[in-house]
């Protein structure tokens, strides 16, 4: 999720990395079955919640689509309830060419940054934007979702949960991945998990972010599948059970460090998911300015090397029991 690549280039060129499943054929889901295109949406005759699945909020996170594919191909229907299976940036995802892969995580701007009131309703105008707002009146029903990601940088999957607590016991019930890290999101803008919907004080929704791995990577498609289908069984759609799941753990984090300068870099080659042992260690630069841990057992969210003025390069989180 948190390549920031795509138009946004002026930090150097991503890393070569090898696109190793197949981008899906998505033709046939096009048109969806609820008035929204891309979107396919199935109600049981008995009563229960409404879960969304989504993917592709970034185009050039293909995984996720090869998930959703398979689970429409399946003819997947809920024991109770309603479930929506959502293909959300269509138009960018369109234009994914395997010899580029990191030049389609959007068109105009990002949208995972578009989901607050003053872009949702206000007058500004991009592809994105038009997307979220024919997207909102079908998340406006969701009770509980379920975003598929995945990342550019080496990092151990994780679960992402908002600010919610509702988002957070939802994470570590899925548990796959076992690691769930409440965190406040981004100056840039809100993400879907941020919606008012799955944020607002007195709401019963819930909206986790997970990211499964490693872009292109079989191994990220067969945890995201195993990870929809835990929050499936979970939540009483799955007619089957699913395998039980690790223990989970969560984590919230501390500090977001935003680059404030085009000079930001990390004193080493960081994987996310690694975890340093003693307080005030020094792990970058940003100009001049030092980013020191501000705690011991201080777990990295998700590093990214090449980061533009403006943006996350960090998060820096402390376990919770």
Known sequence: MHDTQGPMRSSGLPPLVAVNIAKPDLRRWLGGNCGIPGAWSFTAATPGPHVAITAIVH?????????????????????????????????????????????????????????????????????????????????????????????????????????????????????????????????????????????????????????AGNHWEESTVALMEQACRRMLHIAGLAEHGAPPAPASRLARVSRTVTAATRSFAFLREFRGGEVIARANTLIALDGEAEIRTPHDDC????PTPMVPRGHTAVRLARFVD
């Not at 389609?104 to 038009?130: C, M």
């Not at 024919?134 to 975003?147: F, G, Q, S, Y």
């Not at 890290?181 to 972010?209: E, N, Q």
């Open 59 to 211: 185009g050039n996170e293909i995984a996720g689509a090869v998930v959703l594919d398979r689970l429409l191909r399946e003819a997947l229907r809920p024991a109770r309830g309603r479930l929506s299976l959502v293909f959300c940036n269509l138009e960018a995802f369109a234009r994914f060419d395997p010899a580029d892969p990191t030049a389609t995580r959007f068109l105009d701007e990002d949208l995972n940054r578009a989901w607050g009131p003053a872009e949702l309703d206000g007058p500004r105008r991009s592809a994105e934007l038009r997307r979220a707002r024919e997207l909102r009146p079908l998340i406006d029903t969701v009770d509980i979702l379920a975003d598929l990601h995945s990342m550019l940088w080496p990092s151990e999957p994780l679960i992402l949960a908002g600010e919610s607590e509702n988002a957070a016991r939802l994470g570590l019930a899925i548990g796959v991945p076992p690691t769930v890290v409440a965190d406040a999101g981004h100056t840039g803008g809100r993400r879907l998990i941020d919606y008012a919907r799955f944020t607002a004080p007195d709401t019963a929704a819930a909206a986790v972010l997970i990211e």
């Open 299 to 302: 777990l990295l969210v998700m």
